[in-house]
C-alpha cells in the first residue's frame, strides 16, 4: 500500500474510541449525542468536558489546553510523543487487531438508528454454502452445525467471493443478507477479516437472536463472533448470540437486559480483554458474568469439553 491508502486505510478502519480503549481511557467517557465526551489524554487534564469525540465523523477536538482538533491519526501521532515510526506501528497493531470492525461509512455508533436502517436494501435470496470447507473442519465445527446455522463457503463470484458466509436476519428471523469472513490473508490485511452488506444495522441486534430464548433460566451468552455461537452450540449451551466485534450499542444493550443472567465470553486477545474490562466498568448487565477466555485464543478454539467446563454454573 502507498502512505497515502495506508494512511487512508488507518482513518477508515481505526475509531477513536479504539485508542482511547487501548490507553484505559474510555471509561471515562459519557455519550452526549453523537459525541463522547471526557478528560483530555493529549494534554492529561481532568476536566471531564475537555475533549470532545464525534463517533460519526470520527474526529476529536480539546477545547482547554490543546485548543486544537483532527482525526485518528493525528490523535495516535501526539499520543506517541510525535514520533511518526511509533505512531505507524501503533496505528498498524490496532488495524489489524480491530478487522472486524465495519469500516466507517458503514459503522453502527447506537443513535440515530433510522438513518441507517433505510439506507439499508435485506438481500432475501438463499445462497448455497458449502459447510463441508477445511475452515470449519479445523474449528472442529461439524457440517450439521455450519448448516444449522444457514453458514458455509461462497464459491461463487461478488461481494462473498472467497469467504465463508454467514446468513444475517433481523430479531424475528427474517433474513437480511449475508456477511462473510474473509479467507485470503492479503484481503484480511488490506480490507479487515469481515464484508458486511452495505448500511447493514449491525448495531441493532444480536447475531442469532431469533434461535435463541432470551428469557430462558440459563440466561444468555454474549460472544464476539458467529463461529463461537456455534461451537458453544456443539458444547450443549444453546443460549449464545454473538456482537460481531466488542462494541456494544444501547439497542443491544436493550436486548440484553431480557435475560435474567448475561455470562461475557469474549475473545482472549488483547481487544477481546480490554473489552470485557470496559463492559464490566460500565455495568453491562445487573447479573453479569464473566468467563475469560485463555489467553491468544477464541471460544470456536476450545473444545467442547473445555467449554463445557469454563461455562459450568458455578
Ligand atoms: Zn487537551
Redesign the pocket.
Given at each position: 500500500m502507498s502512505h497515502s491508502a495506508r494512511w487512508r486505510h488507518w482513518r477508515t478502519r481505526i475509531r477513536i474510541v479504539a485508542i482511547l480503549d487501548a490507553i484505559g481511557r474510555l471509561q471515562e467517557f459519557r455519550v452526549r449525542g453523537p459525541r463522547l465526551v471526557g478528560p483530555?489524554p493529549?494534554?492529561g487534564?481532568d476536566n471531564p468536558q475537555?475533549?470532545s469525540v464525534h463517533q460519526e465523523r470520527n474526529l476529536w477536538f480539546?477545547f482547554?489546553?490543546?485548543r486544537r482538533g483532527g482525526n485518528v491519526v493525528d490523535l495516535a501521532w501526539l499520543l506517541s510523543a510525535q514520533s511518526w515510526p511509533r505512531t505507524a506501528r501503533w496505528l498498524e497493531q490496532l488495524a489489524m487487531a480491530s478487522p472486524d470492525l465495519t469500516p466507517l461509512e458503514t459503522s453502527q455508533t447506537g443513535h440515530d438508528p433510522g438513518e441507517r436502517s433505510r439506507l439499508f436494501r435485506p438481500y432475501t435470496r438463499h445462497l448455497l454454502l458449502d459447510p463441508a470447507h477445511p475452515f470449519f473442519r479445523k474449528l472442529g465445527l461439524t457440517p450439521e452445525t455450519v448448516s444449522r446455522f444457514e453458514a458455509g463457503a461462497w464459491h461463487g463470484k461478488g461481494l462473498l467471493q472467497r469467504t465463508v458466509a454467514v446468513r444475517l436476519h433481523d430479531l424475528e428471523g427474517n433474513p437480511l443478507g449475508y456477511a462473510g469472513r474473509r479467507l485470503d490473508p492479503a484481503e484480511v490485511r488490506d480490507r479487515g477479516k469481515w464484508t458486511w452488506p452495505p448500511h447493514f444495522p449491525k448495531g441493532d441486534g444480536l447475531w442469532n437472536w431469533h434461535r435463541i430464548d432470551p428469557d430462558g433460566p440459563a440466561g444468555l451468552v454474549l460472544v464476539e463472533g458467529p463461529w463461537s455461537v456455534m461451537k458453544l452450540w456443539q458444547a450443549d449451551v444453546p443460549n449464545t448470540v454473538a456482537l460481531g466485534g466488542v462494541y456494544v450499542t444501547q439497542a443491544q444493550r436493550r436486548l440484553m437486559a431480557r435475560a435474567r443472567q448475561l455470562t461475557l465470553f469474549l475473545d482472549g486477545d488483547e481487544v477481546g480483554q480490554a473489552a470485557t474490562t470496559r463492559l464490566v466498568a460500565q455495568g453491562l448487565h445487573s447479573r453479569l458474568r464473566v468467563i475469560q477466555c485463555p489467553s491468544g485464543t477464541d471460544p470456536a478454539d476450545l473444545s467442547e469439553t473445555a467449554l463445557a467446563r469454563l461455562l459450568e454454573p458455578i
Open positions: 483530555c493529549i494534554h487534564g475537555a475533549f480539546c482547554t489546553r490543546c
